[in-house]
């Protein structure tokens, strides 16, 4: 039985739920954890709230109904086999995943896709349209649904429309690559207020909008013409964060520190204890910071008998070129470094393809001595967050790329530039070398931050800044 006749005053769209519906061989339905940093955030922002989520179940085909899981309400929206290939894996994922990341692989460009894309947003500005109460506030997410906000003030004005871009915003120069520009700007500009990572990151959009479609921009309010809706819209940054507090406990319980105890055994006590933790994508650096380790063990800066680099990537989008070509790499260096440095009992990588809980993400951060984060350009990077909530001890050190969200607030961080090769050595061996003074200034500082802007803190400022968006055309209408 569909619930569309269930209306709700706090309602998020997101590309995918944060479960995967997946049918096991023996039939049986299992619901997964969805990958990515925008689902771990939102997951914290929905519980103890009154809300549903919409958004694809991860499956081709019709769409579950309408279901309660982790103590949220998800709203399904379907997703055929061809959009899958043309909506997410093409237009979002092989388009602009690859613009509004510095063009690192080059972007492919299809009419048919954007159409895709078009139809499949149209779709969830439905049912967007259908479970949203009178005057609710909608938070819709990131690069996949850029056309529901205009779409959706068209279907309902009365609605608070916020949108929040969990990835950067690209220079005008990459943006104004993509054919279809203006109709993104305007699907846009059908919120009242739009979040970013980065203030440079909303500067990026403000200038597209005077561009791209000479709209006069004052301060961060852009205010939109008559023929596309007649309103103001603030666009701002926003920098997302990780639950603090929840990490932060997870990491003190007996059971984590003891399983951080074991897998340092388990990997033969190694002197140093390198960790990567990513989703397996180019974004991320994992190709950089597996060539400068190598390096280090090649000209014996470091003994792959008495160092180990653990290297967790979440399979990530299997089916586009780019990820095939990266695996293959990934692998194939991996295979190099173990075969020539390893000792038995001593590897010097640890290499697992697979998802883990947030208990055995917690212990392998308590178990790193440096946590190696280096994408060429990401939005913010949860993962250093969430290193530095669970080093309740103030140990351990944190690399970390200038090319991150994340690196505009973490100062305290050791900062690389993930091309400068030789920076990069210089700088792991800096972290691994670094007193525990050091370290525990560097931890303290980072901790005091990432505390008091954890995620509550985000969905806070987000909202807030939605509630008092400029423009109010319907609820002043209603008063
Ligand atoms: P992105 O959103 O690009 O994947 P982030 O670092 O912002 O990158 O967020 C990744 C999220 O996914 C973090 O919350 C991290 O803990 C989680 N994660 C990464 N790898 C795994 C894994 N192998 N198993 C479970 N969760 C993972
Ligand atoms: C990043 C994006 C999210 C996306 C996630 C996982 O975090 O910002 O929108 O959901 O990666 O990617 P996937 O393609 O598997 O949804």
């Given amino acids: 039985m569909a619930d569309t006749a269930v209306r709700y005053d706090f309602v998020i769209a997101a590309n995918r739920l944060p479960v995967d519906r997946v049918v096991g061989e023996d039939g049986q339905?299992?619901?997964?954890?969805?990958?990515?940093?925008?689902?771990?955030?939102?997951?914290?922002?929905?519980?103890?709230?009154?809300?549903?989520?919409?958004?694809?179940?991860?499956?081709?085909?019709?769409?579950?109904?309408?279901?309660?899981?982790?103590?949220?309400?998800?709203?399904?929206?379907?997703?055929?086999?061809?959009?899958?290939?043309?909506?997410?894996?093409?237009?979002?994922?092989?388009?602009?995943?690859?613009?509004?990341?510095?063009?690192?692989?080059?972007?492919?460009?299809?009419?048919?896709?954007?159409?895709?894309?078009?139809?499949?947003?149209?779709?969830?500005?439905?049912?967007?349209?259908?479970?949203?109460?009178?005057?609710?506030?909608?938070?819709?997410?990131?690069?996949?649904?850029?056309?529901?906000?205009?779409?959706?003030?068209?279907?309902?004005?009365?609605?608070?429309?916020?949108?929040?871009?969990?990835?950067?915003?690209?220079?005008?120069?990459?943006?104004?690559?993509?054919?279809?520009?203006?109709?993104?700007?305007?699907?846009?500009?059908?919120?009242?207020?739009?979040?970013?990572?980065?203030?440079?990151?909303?500067?990026?959009?403000?200038?597209?909008?005077?561009r791209y479609l000479g709209m006069t921009v004052k301060g961060?309010?852009?205010?939109?013409?008559?023929?596309?809706?007649?309103?103001?819209?603030?666009?701002?940054?926003?920098?997302?964060?990780?639950?603090?507090?929840?990490?932060?406990?997870?990491?003190?319980?007996?059971?984590?520190?003891?399983?951080?105890?074991?897998?340092?055994?388990?990997?033969?006590?190694?002197?140093?204890?390198?960790?990567?933790?990513?989703?397996?994508?180019?974004?991320?650096?994992?190709?950089?910071?597996l060539k400068a380790y190598e390096e280090l063990l090649k000209d014996g800066s470091l003994d792959g008998a008495d160092t180990t680099f653990i290297q967790i990537a979440t399979p990530s989008r299997e089916r586009i070129d780019a990820y095939i070509d990266l695996r293959e790499h990934v692998e194939g260096a991996v295979g190099r470094i173990n075969g020539n440095y390893s000792a038995i009992g001593s590897p010097a990588m640890e290499y697992l393809h697979q998802g883990y809980g947030r208990e055995e993400l917690a212990a392998l951060f308590l178990a790193a001595d440096v946590m190696v984060v280096t994408p060429l350009r990401d939005g913010m990077n949860l993962v250093a967050k969430e290193y530095i909530a669970c080093r309740h001890d103030n140990g351990g050190a944190l690399l970390l790329s200038e090319f991150t969200g994340a690196a505009e607030e973490l100062r305290e961080a050791f900062m690389v530039n993930p091309?400068?090769?030789?920076?990069?050595?210089?700088?792991?061996?800096?972290?691994?070398?670094?007193?525990?003074?050091?370290?525990?200034?560097?931890?303290?500082?980072l901790r005091r931050r990432v505390r008091r802007h954890d995620v509550q803190h985000w969905a806070q400022a987000f909202l807030a800044a939605l509630e008092a968006a400029p423009d109010k055309p319907s609820r002043q209408g209603q008063q």
């Fill in 220 to 289: 961060d309010v852009i205010h939109v013409g008559k023929a596309t809706g007649g309103h103001d819209v603030r666009a701002a940054a926003v920098p997302i964060s990780v639950d603090f507090a929840s990490m932060d406990e997870l990491s003190r319980r007996p059971e984590v520190k003891k399983r951080a105890k074991e897998i340092r055994e388990s990997l033969g006590n190694p002197s140093a204890l390198l960790l990567g933790i990513d989703r397996l994508d180019y974004t991320k650096g994992i190709r950089h910071r």
């Fill in 29 to 210: 339905v299992e619901w997964h954890r969805s990958p990515g940093g925008l689902v771990t955030a939102m997951e914290s922002v929905m519980s103890g709230r009154d809300g549903v989520w919409v958004g694809w179940a991860g499956e081709p085909g019709e769409a579950p109904e309408p279901f309660d899981e982790a103590g949220m309400r998800l709203h399904p929206v379907p997703l055929s086999e061809d959009e899958i290939e043309g909506y997410y894996e093409g237009f979002c994922n092989d388009t602009l995943w690859p613009i509004y990341h510095d063009v690192i692989v080059p972007a492919q460009f299809h009419r048919k896709w954007w159409n895709q894309y078009r139809e499949v947003n149209e779709r969830f500005a439905r049912t967007l349209a259908e479970v949203a109460e009178q005057g609710a506030t909608v938070w819709v997410h990131d690069y996949q649904l850029q056309l529901v906000p205009a779409f959706l003030r068209q279907l309902r004005p009365d609605l608070r429309i916020g949108w929040f871009d969990h990835i950067p915003f690209p220079p005008v120069e990459l943006f104004g690559q993509l054919p279809w520009r203006q109709g993104i700007l305007e699907g846009l500009l059908g919120a009242d207020f739009l979040g970013f990572q980065r203030p440079g990151d909303a500067e990026n959009f403000l200038r597209a909008c005077r």
């Fill in 419 to 445: 091309h400068d090769i030789i920076g990069l050595k210089r700088t792991i061996m800096d972290a691994i070398n670094a007193s525990p003074q050091e370290r525990s200034r560097r931890m303290r500082a």
